[in-house]
């Protein structure tokens, strides 16, 4: 019984996902396919190169551990995005249902999104940082688009970007939390005498 109530539930969950996904992809405003398609291309390169650049203005101001956290989430996240892609192997939406329009290339499979978790992972380091309002509302709102631009493009279903974004983000607060613990017992350390 249980088995046959997971099933039920499985099949539910990936008839709503392709239906919000329709009404995203199917009904979307075409003017907007080229913003989209920028919006989804600065994911990557945008968190990797932000992510450096903040490591050394963040080591400048003396904040080592959030330092290393620009550079060890990134890494953590795209190395989890890539294992979970391999096991799971979700295919792409377009080519499980003729309907949705591919707009742009889809790579490996689906689950969970890459530039959405890669958007997230920088947004939350930022945001871990610099905890102000004004840094995180504009961060969010940047990845949340890179995730939505997915949908628009019709290469992820919704619940690739919602795992996208909590991988993201679940990954660089473990990496926040890691790098503060090593920060802190490092400064604990005596000096070895000779």
């Known amino acids: ?16 996902d392709y ?19 920028i919006i989804n291309h600065t994911g ?5 190169v932000a992510g450096v650049g903040l490591a050394g203005l963040l080591h400048l101001q003396g904040k080592k551990a959030d ?5 060890v989430a990134p890494a953590a996240n795209l190395i989890l995005t ?21 707009l742009t290339d889809g790579g490996s499979s689906a689950f969970p999104s890459g530039h959405t978790s890669t958007a997230f992972t920088l947004a939350t380091a930022v945001t871990l940082a610099y905890p102000e309002w004004y840094i995180a509302v504009p961060a969010y709102a940047w990845a949340g688009t890179v995730g939505y631009s997915t949908m628009h ?10 795992a996208g974004a909590l991988l993201g983000s679940l990954t660089t607060y473990a990496s926040y939390r890691l790098c503060r613990y090593l920060s802190k017992s490092e400064g604990h350390k005596k000096p070895v005498s000779i």
């Open 153 to 162: 493009l019709g290469v992820h279903y919704p619940s690739d970007v919602i």
């Open 1 to 16: 019984m249980l088995i046959f109530w997971c099933q039920m539930a499985a099949c539910y969950s990936q008839s709503l």
């Open 82 to 102: 890539i294992a979970l892609k391999e096991i799971i192997g979700r295919p792409r939406p377009y080519s499980t249902y003729p309907a949705i329009q591919n």
């Open 19 to 37: 239906r919000i996904l329709q009404d995203i992809n199917v009904h979307r405003n075409t003017k907007l396919d080229g913003t989209f398609k």
């Open 44 to 48: 990557p390169p945008i968190c990797f």
């Open 67 to 71: 330092a290393y956290n620009q550079l």
